[in-house]
């Protein structure tokens, strides 16, 4: 059974930093992609970083450059470093992993985190 747990929300102000990070259980030989999602209320989530086993990554255009998705295979956790941080960053953020790359074809990850919230205040 994989579960996924998150940490490291909270609240912050504009240009200020969080990192997030989701502790992966279950597999057995780190033989995952993982990422991050983020949900505004009435929205469905939206992805916004990605990383195969391979530690190649992806980013929604608007988290480029502020944000960095890494994982410690050692660890079995992975991280979501998010600098300058924007009132519109506001949401839940949901760490996922699944056994391939559910982007490529895209389609919903197979495992979901319980969503940690980050509040950024102007």
């Known amino acids: 059974q994989v579960h996924l747990v998150e940490s490291g929300g909270g609240s912050v102000q504009a240009g200020g930093s969080l990192k997030l990070s989701c502790v992966v259980s279950g597999y057995k030989y780190n033989a995952y992609s993982a990422g991050w999602f983020r949900q505004f209320p009435d929205l469905e989530p939206e992805e916004i970083a990605t990383?195969?086993?391979?530690?190649?990554?992806t980013y929604k255009e608007s988290v480029k450059g502020r944000f960095s998705i890494s994982r410690d295979n050692d660890e079995h956790t992975v991280y979501l470093q998010m600098e300058d941080l924007k009132p519109e960053d506001t949401a839940t953020y949901f760490c996922?992993?699944?056994?391939?790359?559910?982007?490529?074809?895209?389609?919903?990850?197979?495992?979901w985190g319980q969503g940690t919230q980050v509040n950024v205040s102007s």
């Open positions: 996922v992993a699944d056994p391939f790359e559910w982007w490529l074809p895209k389609r919903s990850p197979k495992y």
């Open positions: 990383i195969n086993r391979y530690f190649s990554t």
